[in-house]
């Protein structure tokens, strides 16, 4: 697992997503699709180490309703696709006051709430993922997380990657706080993750988002050696 992690100077909390073990003995595509923290750190060093790497698309996953300046970036190199992607609604009430109000939102307790609220949201992102331009795909919040987590989530479940690898790639992203507030809840990561999987066809999931089968099986041959 570790040595997934790549080390973009000015970021903290990137790393590839292939070499995970699937379902049916395949694994994942190197160099495909990363996962990170906001770019808008990197420095000029670390925006060369992501062009070298053959990062040619960055989404940037945010949250309708909220400003985050943190995510705001002009990449230094020609050809860089920025692609924005709101797949969440902090105007949401109900979600406001169970989970952002709590801190809980630091933490996948949340995942099973958002993936019934806004599948829409979701399937938006993995689309976007699925029609970018040739080259490797970077996405993104601000600190690499539980945005960037729930899309992996999904990105991986439907890649077929076994449920074990996908709570060892979350746990790549350390965080005492988050871990903390799952105690508190008596969870913990392993969990929480397990049961936002629990019962999810991820498929139907995003076909009933809007996705279209052209995109799930574009995403899968990005993913999938």
Known sequence: MTKRILNWDGCTNVRDLGGLHTLDGRQTRWQAIVRSD???RLTAAGWSALYAYGIRTIITLRTHGQTEPELNFSPPQPGLDIV???IEDITDQAFL?????TELWSTPLYYKDALQRWPDRHAAAISAIAQAQPGGVLFHCARGNDRT???????????GVTP???????????DPCRDELLARQQSSVQAALLGALAGLNVEGYLLQGGANQADLSAVRRRLLA
């Open 38 to 40: 906001t770019p808008a």
């Open 84 to 86: 924005p992607v709101e």
């Open 97 to 101: 006051q169970q989970w952002a109000v």
């Open 149 to 159: 987590g729930i899309i992996a989530l999904l990105l991986l479940t439907l890649a």
């Open 164 to 174: 074990d690898e996908i709570i060892a790639d979350y746990q790549l992203s350390p």
